[in-house]
């Protein structure tokens, strides 16, 4: 998994296995991987990075904000109104 900032810079690399989701590699490669001192203020990820747990979890230990947009298929209620 590669994260790039919005000039297309790396901000951090992690190789894992193939099999794992993405949103379960993210956490990983933010916080244990980066080439920065500081994890990110924000992140914007596709669809698939909508999780309600990953998103709480990364901003109160992290200080980092998940912007993804909701799944067609959620069944919780919506989270987001479109605004960062």
Known sequence: MAIADACGLPV???IQSASPHEIKLVEAAIIKSRF????PKRMIGDKAYDSDPVDLRLLKE???EL????KANRKRPKTRDGRA
């Open 36 to 39: 920065i001192k500081r994890a």
């Open 67 to 70: 912007i993804a947009p909701h």
């Open 62 to 64: 992290h200080g980092t």
């Open 12 to 14: 951090a690399i992690d």
